[in-house]
């Protein structure tokens, strides 16, 4: 969905996303990237999302298809396991 967007400048393997941008690309799933402990995180963007307008307009929101990735397996390189990050994303994009 970010491919078409503007990269960060220091980290052009990211792209700039906005609430805006994600809303008017409708995805089916969200899949959160952070470096803190992911059921907090989760709980937080569910809560934000949830109260926002403009976040419950998605089926991924009012379905409950929001996912926060495991740290060790997508914030830093996950080496050996790069199987078992493809599996998870398998099974969270299966329909």
């Known amino acids: 969905m970010a491919a078409e967007f503007p ?15 994600v809303v008017e690309a409708s995805p089916d799933v969200i899949m959160i990237m952070t470096h803190g402990n992911s059921e907090e995180v989760q709980k937080g963007f569910v809560r934000e999302m949830e109260g926002n307008p403009a976040w419950n307009s998605l089926a ?3 379905e409950g ?3 926060v990735l495991p740290a ?4 830093t390189n996950p080496g050996t396991r ?3 990050a493809v599996k998870l994303l398998t099974e ?3 329909p």
């Open 65 to 67: 298809r929001i996912h």
């Open 7 to 21: 990269r960060l400048q220091n980290y052009p393997q990211y792209a700039q996303l906005n609430t805006e941008r």
């Open 72 to 75: 060790e397996l997508f914030g």
């Open 60 to 62: 991924a929101v009012r």
């Open 82 to 84: 790069v199987p078992e």
């Open 92 to 94: 969270l994009l299966a």
